[in-house]
T-cell receptor, first 109, second 114 residues
């Protein structure tokens, strides 16, 4: 079966750095995505990795290791507005997205 | 551009009632999707459409029907609602099958079935 695992909840302090991990087992691989979802809102796209390595976008970075079935999202200089759920999703061989349950990130002052 | 819109935003149904959720997009996207999101679970694909007049089943299609009579609209129907269908429903669209990195979501419909 297809499976994506990520921690249910994490807590971090404003101004700090946090790493959210995602491991996956899917039928085929056509990329890994990270989405941000604020409470009561729709998911919004953060990053896309299809090759191994680190992709950096401002305060956010995403890493992929296809051989290990592993990715992480790194958030630097945390701000209160980063409090949200972070969803990991993998595109399978048919380009359909398989979604993790999401990691709720709580930022404390 | 409004992007992807969904109506209604909230709805409460009694068991056995029927309803239709409407998704509309003004981006001329070919692909449209219906997901449901439940606490502790990832988004699950209900049905999707690869173009006007075509639909296909996703991961959890039972109890739902869909139609795509016009390219810009994708309707999700519940013929006889059950409490297990209490969820948040999201519609999304993409230009094509490989354009999954540009998946645009609607604001969601919060459905409660009593």
């Amino acid at each position: 079966g297809q499976n994506i695992d990520q921690p249910t909840e994490m807590t971090a302090t404003e101004g700090a750095i946090v790493q959210i991990n995602c491991t996956y087992q899917t039928s085929g691989f056509n990329g890994l995505f990270w989405y941000q979802q604020h409470a009561g809102e729709a998911p919004t796209f953060l990053s896309y990795n299809v090759l191994d390595g680190l992709e950096e976008k401002g305060r956010f970075s995403s890493f992929l290791s296809r051989s290990k079935g592993y990715s992480y999202l790194l958030l630097k200089e945390l701000q209160m507005k980063d409090s949200a759920s972070y969803l990991c999703a993998v595109a399978d061989s048919n380009y359909q997205l398989i979604w993790g349950a999401g990691t709720k990130l709580i930022i404390k002052p | 551009n409004a992007g992807v819109t969904q109506t209604p935003k909230f709805r409460v149904l009694k068991t056995g009632q029927s309803m239709t959720l409407l998704c509309a997009q003004d981006m001329n996207h070919e692909y449209m999707y219906w997901y449901r999101q439940d606490p502790g679970m990832g988004l699950r694909l209900i049905h999707y459409s690869v173009g006007e007049g075509t639909t296909a089943k996703g991961e959890v299609p039972d109890g739902y029907n869909v139609s795509r009579l016009k390219k810009q609209n994708f309707l999700l129907g519940l013929e006889s609602a059950a409490p297990s269908q209490t969820s948040v429903y999201f519609c999304a669209s993409t230009p094509g099958r490989r354009d999954i990195d540009t998946q645009y979501f609607g604001p969601g419909t919060r459905l409660t079935v009593l």
